[in-house]
Each structure stands twice: as structure tokens, then as C-alpha cells.
């Protein structure tokens, strides 16, 4: 009889050899687990459940069934190309991350309760950390420590939730949750923390840039990726999701046009992306959930094909912003071409991958009678075109040249970069390889005559704008700056209303300890004045004054007995 | 050593690429008059729905991210230090 192994064991269990291994043993491993991790996935059954109790918990730290499985496999791919990509970095702590956080991942899609997904959503902070502390500088360090608080936080609010609906229900199993409740609420909120909810997002915009070119590449690929999961398991149509959702395309778009760091541009537009997901998951119909689904999907490969490429031109000129770069087809021909692919399945080209799925969500939204959201995400369509589908490629690889010459990434990149081309572009031209592994079997035509000519004029046309106001000089340049965003509540305003409270207490407590000094040296100068050695009271008096203040009093008494 | 030229440093080529993005919407626009679209909103029936949308969606993207910069922008290190 076969026993099930779960997938996150394999990870975990090469990272902790990683951690000894010498280089080539390494690497050769590190290859070797998801190949064998995915295999030993797909023996698994299709149905599977594996129940055990501990102190009287029923747990279920393995559970596959349609929609784990198709994350299982995703994770897979995801961990490979990235491990490909970072296979030349010598860097032993960034490896051993990598696969733990992968594992984690895994873990946390298999996860069949509440306690173990918990369990697994912390393990994803703490091992994700280290490939933005890889970096080693000392903006990382702070990103990094921002970053795990944050990500702390949405366990914490995870594990309350989950406590209180076993108090009502008495079941920790991770099923359908819906917002019903407290309990409800606090895993909404914790989920949505971990799927950058708009103004709960700035952690993803904050840290993924700060991280080491490989490191990147994990991160884009699963922490995000859990929580849509998360999300499509315990709160499949939500309404507010609907809304959420569209929020989130829109918002973030504005801040890809005027971001200067060309990975923090991308991971703006992967909060676009999510808005798509979060969208589906919101209207809950199969087309809807199903479109969600293979979108997270395809975006794990096209988001880490575009950081892959950035990664890749940040390793090699060791810049990344977009006023500091250009030109660089002439020395990265193969990086640009391959970017180009990514950019053009993010924008939903088709036959790329990002059609296939992503019409699948704006097909449901007008079905189900949202034609306001609808606008919304259409205008966020042509917004991702236009930062990540032209601006990404354009600032990078064309635009002016900036005079930087060098050569093409490492083999091992372009190897990594080739893979997720390919399955770009395979996915786009024969997406019912993925429609078969959708949660929901799928009735649904992606190459539509009507469908195909809307998408191209949407984009032929927001090219033409992006060409227009190039042209014409209206385009805003990139320029050296930050661009403030909710973290300035926490970085700025908090800081400084703690630094203005205490710096106003302290002075309240040195005025306080002042007035108090001058009371009591005053104190002190009366009792001494009375007590001191010079004092009216312990002054030596003459004998005589003393015998006629005796005197005084005897006298004085005697008129008192007779009154 | 002279370096080899590359296709973009001809302002001609940029030229032809430009030419060619104009062809491209006219040919795509042109089409809505022979195909009709099938369609879920009446928006969508609308002569050129898609091009225009698509076309204005990215100005008015641009111009409102431009006047943002005067409100969010600050300098690069605007974090590093406090003050």
C-alpha cells in the first residue's frame, strides 16, 4: 500500500539537506525535488483525505481534491522555474529559503483545517522573509522586518478566527466559511491582508522589490497565490468581493505609470491581477471561479517570466530603475525577447496566457449584471497593458539609450526564462491543457471572433495612446522618486506622532520634575530658615529672653484659670 | 571599433514602427464596420466601443497618474531620513 506523502515533506526535507549539502549536491537536489514532489502529487488519489487527532483536535493535514491539486501542481511549476533561475547564486541561505517557502506553500494549499493552514501561513512569512534579507542592505532589513509583522499579524487574526468558529461549531475543518460572523471576519481579514485588500496592500509593493533578483521570483509566485486560494475555498461568492476586487485592478495602475523601480511597478500590477482573481471569486458562478483560478495560474508564469526578466537586467547592469535604464535590446536580445512574451500574456494577447483566463472573468461579470465593475476592469485591461504590457519592456529594454553595454543573463536564467515562455505561449494556444485541471468543468470558448477582434482593438488602441502621448512629450518621465502610499501612515505618521507624544511627555515630565524642584527647595529654604543652623528656632537664645517667655506663659495661664 | 548599429538607433525604423501601429488601427477599428460583433451589454454594440475605450482609458490614465506625481511624489529617499 502506498503511504501518503505529503508534498510540502519533500521541500521541507531538501531544505534542511540544502542546508549542509556542498554546491553541486545542491543544486542537483534542488532540481530533483519538484520533479519528484510533482510525481509523487500525481499518485496521489484525486479524492483524498488524511484525518489524525491530537488531543482531541480533528485535524486533516492532507487533503486533495480538484482545486489543492491544481495549486499543487502550480506550486510545482513555480518552485522549478524559480530554482532554475536562481541555480547559479551561490548563496546557500537564499536556496534553503526558497524551498522551505515553497514547501510552505504546498503545505498550506493541502491544508484541510484551520490550525494546520495556520501553522503553514506563518511558516510562509518566516521562510519568505529571508529572500528579502538576502539582499543585505540595510533598506531590505527594514522592508523585511515590515513585511513579517505584517504578514505575523494576518496569522494572528487567522488563528483568532479560527478559534472562535470552533467555539461556535466546534470543527476546525476548512471548508466554505462566508462572512457570517467575528470569527468569519478576522479569516476575511486575514486573508485579505496576505491578498493585498487595497490599503491592506502596501506590504507587497514595500518588500518584493527589496528582495535578491531570484528571491523575487518565489515571492510573485506563492505567497498571493495561497491567499486566492484561500479566498476561492472559504469565501466563493462574497459579494464585497465583487467590489474589492475592482478596487483593486483599478488603483494600483496609477501607481505603475508614475513608479520609477521597474520591479515595484510589477508589483503594483500584481495587485491588478489579483483584482481580477478576487473579482471571480466574488461572483462565485463556476465560469467566474473557474476564470479566477486559471488566472492565478497563469499569472504565477507570466508575473515570474516579467520578474524574471527585470531580475535578470537587475543582475546584470545592477540597476533597475527605468530613468537609469534603456536600450539594452542590443546587449539582452534574448532577455528582452522573452520579457515581451511575458508582457504580452499579462496584457491578454491573444494566444497568450493571460486571454485564455482572464476573459473568462469579464465574460461572468457582465453575465452576472455588474456592467459598472465591468468598465472598471476593462479600463484596468487596458491600464496593464500600459504599464507592465509597453512601460516594462519599453523603459527597460528600449526608450533612450542609456549607454549601458553588457551581456546576455546566465544560462541557467534564460533556461528558467524560456520554460515559462514556452508555457506561455502553450497555454494561450491550447488552454484546454488547463481547463481540464479547473475546479469546474468548463463550458466556455476562449478564440470567439467577437472576443479576439475586442481585445485587439482594446490594445492596438492603448498602444496608439502610449505612442501619442510619447510622441507628443506628454508622458510623464521617469524620475528618481517615492511615491507615498498607505505605508506613509505607518513609516511616517506613526513614527512621528510617537516621536511628537513622547517628546511632548518628556516635557511634561521635566516641567512637572522643575515646578516640583522649585516647590521644594522653596520648602527646604522656609525649614531651614525656621530649623536651619542659623534657624529662628535653633538660634542660641540668651538665658533672660527664655526666663521672660516663661515668665509670659506662667502669667498668661494664670489669667486663663481665672477667666 | 565602430559599434555595430542597431535596428532602433535609425530614427527610420522607429518611424515604420509608428506607421505600422496606425495601419494596425485602422485595419482593427475598419473591422467592426464588416464583422459584427456578438455581444452581452448594448455598450459593447456601440462603433468602435473597444478602440475608443481603449484609447481614452489610457489618456485619462496618464494625465490623472501625472497630476497624482504633485500630490505623492517625494525624493528618493524620502524614507531614509526623518524630518
Not at chain 1, 246 to 253: D, E, K, L, S
Not at chain 1, 425 to 451: K, M
Not at chain 1, 489 to 516: E, I, K
Not at chain 2, 3 to 31: P, W, Y
Request: hydrophobic share 55%.
Amino acid at each position: 500500500m502506498m503511504i501518503e506523502f505529503p508534498p510540502f515533506a519533500f521541500f521541507y526535507l531538501a531544505a534542511l539537506a540544502a542546508a549542509v549539502l556542498p554546491r553541486v549536491p545542491r543544486q542537483a537536489l534542488m532540481l530533483a525535488v519538484p520533479v519528484a514532489s510533482c510525481a509523487a502529487l500525481l499518485q496521489l488519489p484525486s479524492d483524498l483525505l488524511v484525518s489524525m487527532s491530537i488531543l482531541d483536535l480533528q485535524l486533516e493535514p492532507l487533503r486533495v481534491d480538484r482545486l489543492s491539486r491544481l495549486f499543487g501542481i502550480l506550486f510545482h511549476i513555480g518552485a522549478f522555474i524559480g530554482i532554475v533561475f536562481s541555480l547559479h547564486s551561490r548563496d546557500r541561505t537564499q536556496h534553503v529559503a526558497a524551498l522551505a517557502y515553497a514547501g510552505s506553500a504546498l503545505g498550506a494549499v493541502f491544508a484541510g483545517d484551520l490550525l494546520t493552514l495556520f501553522v503553514f501561513w506563518e511558516l510562509l512569512a518566516v521562510s519568505s522573509v529571508f529572500l528579502i534579507f538576502a539582499s543585505r542592505t540595510e533598506r531590505s532589513f527594514g522592508a523585511g522586518m515590515r513585511y513579517l509583522v505584517i504578514q505575523v499579524i494576518s496569522g494572528v487574526l487567522l488563528l483568532a478566527g479560527a478559534l472562535i468558529l470552533y467555539g461556535q461549531s466546534g470543527s476546525l475543518r476548512f471548508e466554505h466559511i462566508g462572512l457570517t460572523g467575528a470569527g468569519s471576519m478576522l479569516i476575511f481579514i486575514a486573508f485579505g491582508i496576505k491578498c493585498a485588500f487595497p490599503l491592506l496592500h502596501n506590504w507587497l509593493t514595500d518588500a518584493y522589490p527589496e528582495a535578491t533578483p531570484t528571491g523575487t521570483v518565489f515571492l510573485s509566485a506563492f505567497t498571493t497565490k495561497v491567499a486566492v486560494y484561500a479566498l476561492a475555498r472559504g469565501f466563493a461568492g462574497t459579494e464585497v468581493l465583487v467590489y474589492i476586487g475592482a478596487v483593486m485592478t483599478c488603483f494600483p495602475i496609477f501607481y505603475a505609470v508614475i513608479e520609477n523601480d521597474l520591479r515595484r511597478v510589477l508589483a503594483y500590477s500584481m495587485i491588478n491581477q489579483i483584482g481580477f482573481m478576487v473579482v471571480g471569486i466574488g461572483l462565485g458562478t463556476a465560469l467566474a471561479i473557474n476564470g479566477a483560478i486559471a488566472h492565478a495560474f497563469n499569472d504565477v508564469i507570466f508575473k515570474g517570466l516579467l520578474m524574471m526578466s527585470m531580475g535578470a537586467v537587475l543582475h546584470m547592469t545592477g540597476r533597475i530603475n527605468g530613468s537609469d535604464l534603456g536600450g539594452l535590446y542590443k546587449s539582452m536580445p534574448v532577455t528582452t525577447t522573452f520579457c515581451i512574451v511575458g508582457a504580452a500574456s499579462i496584457s491578454a494577447f491573444p494566444l497568450f496566457s493571460g486571454f485564455v483566463s482572464k476573459s473568462m472573468v469579464m465574460v461572468a461579470v457582465l453575465e452576472e449584471g455588474h456592467p459598472v465593475v465591468w468598465l472598471a476592469l476593462l479600463f484596468a485591461s487596458a491600464g496593464v497593458f500600459h504599464h507592465a504590457g509597453i512601460k516594462i519592456p519599453f523603459f527597460a529594454f528600449f526608450a533612450h539609450d542609456s549607454g549601458i553595454r553588457t551581456q546576455e543573463a546566465p544560462t541557467n536564467m534564460l533556461i528558467a526564462m524560456g520554460i515559462a515562455a514556452a508555457l506561455c505561449i502553450g497555454i494561450g494556444v491550447w488552454p484546454w491543457v488547463l481547463y481540464d485541471l479547473l475546479p469546474f468543468a468548463v463550458d466556455y470558448t476562449p478564440f470567439d471572433g467577437s472576443h479576439i477582434l475586442a481585445q485587439i482593438q482594446l490594445l492596438v488602441f492603448s498602444a496608439a495612446a502610449f505612442a501619442w502621448l510619447k510622441v507628443a512629450g506628454i508622458y510623464p518621465p521617469e524620475l528618481h522618486s517615492t511615491n507615498i502610499d498607505v505605508e506613509w501612515l505607518y513609516r511616517r505618521l506613526a513614527p512621528r506622532w510617537v516621536q511628537q507624544t513622547t517628546a511632548a511627555s518628556r516635557r511634561a515630565v521635566d516641567a512637572t520634575s522643575r515646578a516640583g524642584e522649585g516647590l521644594g527647595r522653596n520648602l527646604m529654604r522656609l525649614v531651614l530658615h525656621h530649623y536651619g543652623p542659623d534657624g529662628t528656632l535653633a538660634r542660641a537664645w540668651p538665658t533672660g529672653s527664655m526666663v521672660l517667655w516663661v515668665a509670659v506663659l506662667l502669667g498668661a495661664s494664670l489669667v486663663l484659670y481665672y477667666l | 571599433m565602430q559599434e555595430k548599429r542597431h535596428i532602433f538607433d535609425s530614427k527610420k525604423n522607429v518611424k515604420r514602427v509608428l506607421k505600422a501601429l496606425v495601419v494596425a488601427c485602422v485595419l482593427t477599428a475598419g473591422a467592426d464596420i464588416v464583422y459584427h460583433r456578438h455581444v452581452v451589454h448594448p455598450f459593447e454594440a456601440l462603433w468602435g466601443f473597444y478602440a475608443i475605450f481603449g484609447f481614452v482609458a489610457c489618456v485619462v490614465l496618464v494625465l490623472l497618474a501625472k497630476e497624482m506625481r504633485k500630490i505623492l511624489m517625494r525624493d528618493e529617499d524620502y524614507y531614509d531620513h526623518d524630518d
